[in-house]
């Protein structure tokens, strides 16, 4: 039972906001929403709170977290090569383990009840995911190409692919509902046509997502452009890849006649503005034209190393800024606009819809309690403004509690299945082992 | 003292950062920095945080706290046409005051020492600052012309004339070192030639900042040219209002010449990176050959109506990655250079160079902890690495602990000198006043 919230932001079909409501979770699930209510197992208190869906990050990779701050403020070719490929080699599944236990750290502290994440040792990541308790779509990053013209390495594929499938059991072996695999061949120019077909095959097999990142950079645009005369996204759809299970990550460059293809084809969109502005992809994707088109846009951080957070509340923030500053209209996108993105088209194009996402009657109880008796979130003017507060000015940090089916992960800023100083002491040993150690400069 | 700080950015000539190290201050002013220190009147413990100078904001209104998610998400025109010019005539000191105080307990909470502030019944806001314990440079805003053509309404300009020496006098009564009157002209386009020219002469009789609105849209822009044939950086030098005393706003739309112009007045900027982005101005502030051309660029925030926040580790944060986003560079701009504009560029621009902005000896304790046990700030790989975690990951709800002159205004996220829900209960108060109630819709 959480009693008594000041308000509850429903995101439900009217997007209704309620005042001084309680909310009955039985067996991880909402049974009522009401105002005299008395049950429950806990009484978590409301008052001076807001209640709201848990947010839902579709594009991450959390193991990344052991890298935030270690490659900053270079070109994206010389940080990969120089930085983050050399260091990636040395990651081993130990290390993934623990740089997903500090992501889910931080995705707890700021309010993230649910991740996609594509990395390597994806079993190991989705181990610490079920650990802290969060909702995961997790896959075993897929690549078996390096060169201009994707001529497939044949052995490269087939341990990536080995890998993957290797990844399902793991997840499927943990037995928990609330953690799916997903099938993620990390990009059209480093995935041969056979690759991504093999990855349709195995999405079919296990019925699972296919995530993949699309039109990042100009460069892979001009690159399809230059080998096939077709744009990637036409490109794709020519070999049959595109569908209704496609979550594609950026989309920043796209043409007209690729955000109709894409919408044909309801593909779904994690859109990541803060790591395209951080690594200076150049474009902005075209958010308004995609909406126009009736494609679902959702939220992404992009991995630590690019952005340098977690946090969701900040990705709202920056997704309306950007959109504003790139068409000169302040009217271009609105707040609850972009709070949709980050829950009820989120948790659409995971096929959570009718599961999470909201404040209802039904929905499984991933929940978060947002402290407003905080000077930036003070006043509300209106219910409007309420949620202009929350997509503007409010921050993960302000994230008091955090359940997820039903089940506090955070009470009042304090972690309920994580051990923080623990996971800080495991972090501090990756460090040693990937030989990374502190500055002795004083 | 602060015992024991994890580590220490000094922000020194030689940029260090000092690790378990200790600050003894005294009479507000540090005394020693060393490893083993004993003595001063308060030990506040520094583990697990980093020491670092308390940011400072040099552009912002704070007193529009009040209107924060009032207006949002509509073009310019409407949104000062329909929504803030209507309230804000209804804006009595009172209100203004109560609004600083929230302002004062946002900026207090996000690690800001030191503001720049325009507004009306700045008096009332100098008392505000007074009362929290911040540094302020508070200026009454001045408008006398309301006609493309500059005209002069002299009784508007006398008007506000007198409200800006009643606000000088104001301030110097408080007899408060730490909070000095400014001249803060609002912009070229909506103060005369005279008012321009007769701020310069309060200005020198009183030894002040002038703080004006430069070059926010292309409109004004585009009106100078029209009506002068000049720009407006161009025009304001013709009649002798730039020098080392005009600490400029916005600076958004600016020619190659106005740049050397700027450079060669000696004038400081102040680079609102989130107002530009959610006003949607259009332009990017060209900070790359501003700072080459050696013009000295500070943060603001601008006002929480167009923010919406006064939260300056969020607009580094942004002010970087709007840089790197407009050039398709992330190497355009770094973390240490964004942190100099919060702190050293600040108090350089304040005449406060050898006062604030460091920690070092001899420096006025202006100064914030940040809890850095925290996970969206960890691991720390290196001493870069740190300043990374600061600008791109930290919040204003990281600080855990901020003083001013020594005297500490938070101590562990408690407040010391303003009684938050006492300033929640006026701002309610406030509300009814303006007569914006909480919405109904439930």
């Known amino acids: 039972m959480i009693k008594d919230c000041d308000w509850i932001i429903t995101q439900d079909e009217r997007r209704r906001l309620l005042k001084k409501t309680s909310v ?13 209510l008395n049950g429950g197992d806990m009484i978590i208190a409301g008052k001076g709170k807001v209640l709201m869906p848990g947010l839902i990050n579709t594009h991450t990779h959390i193991s990344m977290s052991l890298l935030r701050g270690y490659a900053e403020d270079l070109p994206l070719d010389r940080w990969l090569k120089e930085k983050v490929w050399p260091i990636e080699r040395k990651l081993t599944e130990k290390l993934c383990y623990v740089g997903a236990l500090l992501g889910c750290l931080e995705m707890i502290r700021t309010g993230t009840t649910c991740l996609v994440d594509m990395y390597y040792h994806a079993g190991a990541i989705a181990k610490a995911v079920k650990k802290a308790g969060l909702r995961g779509f997790i896959g075993q990053g897929l690549i078996d190409t390096v060169s201009d013209d994707r001529t497939s390495d044949e052995s490269l594929r087939e341990s990536f692919l080995t890998a993957a499938y290797k990844t399902v059991k793991i997840i499927q072996e943990l037995n928990d509902s609330k953690i799916k695999p997903i099938v993620a061949p990390h990009a ?6 056979e690759l ?17 990142h699309l039109t990042e950079t100009r460069r892979e645009q001009a690159m399809f452009q230059r080998n096939y005369g077709y744009s990637v996204v036409e490109y794709l759809d020519r070999i049959g890849f595109l569908n209704g299970k496609v979550l594609a990550a950026h989309c920043v460059w796209l043409t007209r006649r690729d955000i109709e293809l ?22 902005v994707s075209p958010i308004p034209e995609l909406v126009e088109s009736g494609v679902l846009i959702t939220l992404g951080t992009d991995g630590p190393a690019s952005n340098n957070t977690l946090d969701m509340f900040e990705t709202m923030k920056i997704a309306a800024l950007l959109q504003k500053h790139n068409r000169w209209d302040p009217s271009v996108i609105n707040a609850q606009q972009i709070l949709d993105m980050a829950t009820v088209n989120a948790s659409g194009s995971l096929g959570l819809g009718k599961i999470v996402g909201r404040v209802e009657k039904g929905f499984e109880a991933d929940l978060i309690l947002v402290d407003i008796r905080s000077p930036s979130l003070q ?33 009042k800023g304090v972690f309920q299945t994580l051990d923080e100083e623990e996971v800080y002491g495991l972090v501090e040993e990756a460090l040693e082992e990937l030989d990374i150690k502190p500055s002795s400069n004083s």
């Open 188 to 193: 059209p120019y480093t995935c041969s046509d």
């Open 196 to 212: 991504l077909m093999k990855s349709q095959v195995m999405a079919e097999e296990f019925d699972t997502l296919i995530h993949i």
């Open 262 to 283: 894409l919408a044909r084809r309801c593909v779904k969109i994690s859109h990541c503005p803060i790591s395209n502005m951080k690594l200076g992809v150049g474009g």
């Open 379 to 411: 006043p509300i003017h209106s219910s409007d403004s309420l949620i202009a507060n929350l997509v503007y000015a409010a921050k993960g940090l302000s994230v008091d509690t955090l359940l997820v089916q039903g089940k506090p992960l955070m009470l």
């Open 24 to 36: 009955l979770i039985r067996d991880g699930v909402i049974e009522d929403i009401n105002r005299d």
